[in-house]
């Protein structure tokens, strides 16, 4: 995973944060850390974002059609799997948890032991903030900076004190298609360590868009991720995602596309806001 990856770590907590301007029955998610939460940088241009919230949002869709509310359904979906996980895990694994706030805002998973895993320049960014704003990391979080293309997962969580094996909700929010695909099955490898009934959520972005096949209507995000910067390299066919999560003994419980979280979550606050065809998301559990 590159460095230039490694900055978009802020990307989609900026726009929860700006989310939160909007009233409470209009918000697709409600997040009150996500503005604290943030960098300087990035916490100044939330500020200067929010009188022009709506303008900012309409261009954001005109840019990249569905991103806004395909972020925000996302995130509302793996909060309330992961709550109604909590009482049935013994831990948690955050893999590039970015600037994610769920663990520290969740009072379901305020019991729940955490490894939250990113860039060491995200990981230490993000303990910087949560010292300011709660004074230290919370007791139950542990950080973990590791780079899942050039180091051993299993070898970073033992080494911060995860106590595989151990039934465990893993979240991959946002993640799979910055990696190459060795580094996927190196993580699924460590995956199928994983003791019976643990859990997985994870994005993926179709190989038909990395591909440069189908652009789903989102151009200018192709030439962005795979054309100007090329930091988006892998991803996943839809129908063999299954057979592929099978291989390493896991089983899906739901592969949703946008448009199942779009109808439970954007079309409910009654805005105008469309969700993304070139993402999808995974639940399953360990056989």
């Given at each position: 995973?590159?460095?230039k990856?490694?900055?978009?770590g802020p ?24 503005g ?5 940088s990035?916490r100044?241009?939330v500020?200067m974002s929010?009188p022009i ?18 972020i925000?359904?996302r ?5 309330d ?9 013994e831990?948690?694994v ?6 994610d ?9 305020a ?16 303990r910087?903030?949560?010292q ?5 990391v ?5 950080l ?10 299993e ?9 595989a094996p151990?039934?465990t909700l893993?979240?991959?929010?946002g ?7 060795a ?11 994983a ?5 997985l ?11 440069g096949?189908?652009?789903y209507?989102q ?6 991720m795979?054309?100007k910067n ?12 299954a ?13 949703l596309g946008?448009?199942d979280l ?8 009654g ?14 559990e360990?056989?």
């Open positions: 995973m590159t460095r990856a490694a900055k978009t990307g989609a907590m900026v726009l929860v944060a700006i989310e939160q301007g909007y009233p409470e029955n209009k918000r697709i998610i409600t997040d009150g850390l996500a604290p939460i943030l960098p300087f990035s100044f241009w500020r929010l919230r709506r303008w900012l949002v309409a261009k954001t869709e005109q840019k990249v059609p569905g991103l806004w509310g395909g925000m359904a995130k509302r979906f793996i909060d799997l992961a709550v109604a996980a909590a009482d049935t895990v831990a948690i955050n893999l590039g948890a970015g600037f706030t769920r663990s520290f805002r969740l009072p379901e998973l019991d729940v032991r955490t490894w939250e895993v990113d860039q060491p320049e995200n990981s230490e960014a993000k910087r903030r949560l300011a704003v709660f004074g230290e919370p007791a139950h979080v542990t973990v900076p590791v780079d899942f293309d050039r180091e051993n997962l070898t970073a969580l033992a080494a911060h004190g995860y106590p151990v039934k893993f979240l991959w929010e993640v799979t298609q910055y990696l190459t695909e580094g996927i099955r190196d993580t699924f490898r460590f995956l199928n360590t003791p019976a009934g643990s859990r959520v994870f994005t993926y972005t179709p190989k038909d868009f990395i591909d096949t189908v652009f209507g151009e200018y995000l192709f030439k962005q795979r054309v090329t930091i988006w390299h892998t991803g996943f066919d839809p129908d063999a995602i057979d592929f999560l099978a291989g390493f003994g896991w089983r899906v419980r739901e592969h946008y448009d779009g109808e439970r979550y954007v079309i409910p606050t805005r105008d806001l469309g969700w993304m065809a070139i993402e999808r998301i995974v639940d399953a360990k056989s």
